[in-house]
């Protein structure tokens, strides 16, 4: 993945993600009623992805494109965080206290932390 994925991207991508390989009407279709973004724009939005290398037509029905995520829903995450510790130097110290000082780090959430870290790495 070399290209950065924004933010409307990323919605298509979880689509894709659920469905599996889709064409543009049924992502289209998948998507929310008030998040629905304009049957065009979805079309768009896949070419995009896929000149990011992000998603690959994998066949043609009829008229229809068949598209299919080219990276799992864990890459594309791990991309976009660390995106955003590059944005503060790599640090993940200024995005931890914000989330503590938010209320959005939960006791539970620290716990997972906490046992992730005492977990031997392969």
Known sequence: MDKRIAKSELQLLEQMWKLGPSSVREIHESLSEENRLAYT????????????????????????????????????????????????????????????????????DIRAIEKQLKRPTA
């Not at 008229?63 to 130097?89: S, W, Y």
């Not at 640090?91 to 000082?101: C, D, Q």
Request: net charge positive; aromatic share 4%; glycine share 6%.
């Open 41 to 108: 724009t979805v079309q768009t939005m896949l070419v995009r992805l896929e000149e990011k290398n992000a998603v690959r037509r994998v066949k043609k029905i009829g008229n229809a494109l068949i598209f299919e995520a080219v990276f799992t829903r864990e890459a594309v995450h791990r991309r976009l965080i660390r995106d955003l510790l590059d944005l503060f130097g790599g640090s993940a110290k200024p995005v931890i206290s914000h989330l503590v000082e938010s209320g959005d780090l939960s006791l539970a």
